[in-house]
């Protein structure tokens, strides 16, 4: 007979039907983060070879960077109005027709005639830029009800191997694709990467990020529409700045991505210079070598996370992303320090595994949003980053000219560890300024006494702790 303090038939049937579900939302998001590979790949391919042609087409350097600055210039545009459309679209379709997108622009400049390649290099520019950054946003937004709150640490950190190894292969085979096989062939494999993304969101059944995502829980539509109507009409909400008054310290927590992304456009713009005057011969070696050692340390890290959380219950939270900013950032301006090469081997090594933890811990800070909100903050942070980016680029070229690659990226990274001090110190101050719990120790969401509900959701709103950080024991 059974003992009545063990678990009822429904019970047993509820645990094996949720450990089901999750197996198999698993085993579904492990799809698409493989097409979300392939397109990546396919991004960073053309990130090269569109580059090389734009250069052998127009004979001119300052072509490429109009044709950067229009592609970060359209993804800026992007992350300030993706949140809106997550409101009124699924995550599925947005990321489906992103990859649409960029394919079908693709097939165009393999099928413009010569006096029209240079606009349609142009609509290439814009439409990868901005697809990108909507894909991006729509995946990242959606994963919680993708895969689960508790999940969302292990699905970050699947997502950022699968593109990290996607930039290592599709730079490290850029260059080979193009001289083997030349533009054309180039771009149509290009445009069969993200045909290949398009088929694997168009055949999961994917439920994140639905259609009213921006309406308030529980409201019909056309009710929201009325109570708009009796108020006078729409009004122009900045929804997605109120995603960063959400909680206290976000907004410094994005404006530090800004500046991080200003410092990456620092040693992305130093590398091929310092590669050259170690081996003027040959400096792609060097630049290879590198981003390699990083992805292999970005890599590296991703697996520790997933075990970590995995075995804990935890995540590394905000913290884990401000001092992993300032360790990616010390270890990046190292690497132009004129260190042996086998030193220089272990600071991209350590550079990549920082990289690597301030993106999932970033990404699982922002996912503790509510649903409405989430897209927004994606957005904005997108936009920032695109401007960070840009900014540097622009900054950086200039200080070139002048300044040899040590002293640019110390300064560029520099003002990004400072930022992330600042960070830090807000942060320590949201943690003791937190009303002790019932065992009183500070009751903030990383406190095992704080309800499940609350711990999941992570209570943003009240600057909590990420959601995950509460042990499941």
């Not at 970060?72 to 599925?92: C, M, N, P």
């Not at 193009?178 to 045909?195: E, N, P, R």
């Not at 065992?439 to 702790?465: F, N, W």
Request: hydrophobic share 50%; proline share 4%.
């Amino acid at each position: 007979m059974e003992s009545a303090d063990g678990p009822t038939a429904d019970e047993s049937d509820d645990g094996s039907r949720k450990t089901r579900d999750t197996a198999v939302s698993e085993r579904r998001f492990r799809f698409l983060v493989a097409g979300y590979a392939v397109s990546s790949y396919g991004t960073f391919l053309n990130m090269v070879a569109l580059n090389l042609f734009v250069y052998e087409t127009t004979g001119r350097a300052l072509a490429m960077g109009l044709f950067m600055a229009v592609r970060l210039g359209s993804g800026f545009v992007a992350g300030l109005v993706v949140g809106a459309l997550l409101a009124r679209f699924s995550a599925k379709s947005i990321m489906l027709w992103a990859n649409v997108g960029q394919g079908g622009v693709m097939l165009l400049l393999i099928l413009a005639p010569e006096s029209l390649v240079t606009g349609a290099l142009m609509a290439v520019s814009v439409v990868i830029g901005a697809c990108g950054t909507l894909f991006m946003v729509a995946l990242r937004s959606s994963i919680p009800e993708m895969v689960g709150e508790d999940r969302r640490a292990w699905a970050n950190s699947l997502s950022i191997t699968g593109r990290s190894l996607a930039m290592v292969a599709g730079f490290a085979s850029a260059g080979v694709v193009v001289s083997l096989v030349g533009y054309t062939a180039a771009f149509l494999l290009d445009m069969a990467t993200f045909v290949i993304c398009a088929v694997t969101v168009a055949l999961l059944p994917i439920a994140g990020g639905g259609r009213g995502a921006g309406n308030d829980a529980g409201k019909p539509e056309k009710a929201e529409k009325a109570e708009r109507r009796g108020k006078g009409g729409p009004r122009w909400r900045p929804v997605a700045f109120l995603a960063l008054a959400a909680a206290p310290g976000l907004g410094l927590m994005v404006a530090l991505r800004g500046v991080d992304a200003f410092g990456s456009a620092s040693h992305n713009a130093a590398l091929p210079i310092y590669s050259t005057s170690l081996d003027a011969s040959n400096p792609a070696v060097f630049v290879s070598a590198f981003w390699c050692v990083w992805a292999l340390g970005n890599i590296g890290a991703q697996q520790v996370i997933q075990r970590y959380t995995q075995r804990t219950g935890k995540t590394v939270g905000a913290l884990g992303f401000g001092y992993g900013t300032v360790v990616m950032s010390a270890a990046f301006i190292a690497a132009f320090a004129g260190f042996p090469l086998a030193v220089t081997a272990v600071i991209a090594l350590i550079a990549g595994a920082a990289d690597g933890l301030t993106e999932v811990a970033y990404t699982s800070h922002l996912q503790t949003l509510p649903a409405t909100l989430r897209g927004h903050a994606f957005g904005l942070s997108a936009t920032f980053e695109n401007l960070g980016f840009g900014v540097g680029m622009i900054l950086v070229a200039a200080a070139l000219d002048r300044f040899s690659p040590l002293a640019v990226v110390g300064w560029s990274h520099g003002a990004a560890i400072v930022v992330a001090v600042v960070f830090l110190l807000r942060v320590a101050a949201l943690r003791r300024a937190e009303p002790p719990g019932p065992s009183g120790r500070s009751g903030g969401a990383g406190q095992a006494g704080l309800r499940k509900e609350e711990a999941v959701e992570g209570r943003p709103d009240r600057g909590d702790r990420d959601g995950a950080e509460v042990s499941r024991g």
